[in-house]
């Protein structure tokens, strides 16, 4: 077996870019997926989100990747803090 990161650090490029491109087309946001850093955060001064847009983001990832993110959840400000962070989520709790 050979150890190769290549192919981890592409994916989780790829699902950051995903995740982005899902963002912007959920919320009618005027941005490309590139111009989300994914280390800026979320709400306020970052990408300018409020609880409804991340309420419908919730919504979509948990549809397009089986997870099962709660409203009511303790862990809903890191998850949603940054794309990085939510990506993480994701690809530790996605089914699909």
Known sequence: ????????????????LEVAQLLI???NLEVSA???TPDAPLYGDGLGLDSIDVLEVALV???RYGLQLRSDSADNQHIFSSLRSLCDTIA???TC
């Open 1 to 16: 077996m050979q150890d190769n990161p290549k192919p981890t650090a592409t994916s989780t490029a790829d699902l950051q």
């Open 61 to 63: 990832v948990s549809k």
């Open 34 to 36: 590139d111009q989300i």
């Open 92 to 94: 530790a709790q996605r």
């Open 25 to 27: 087309e959920s919320l």
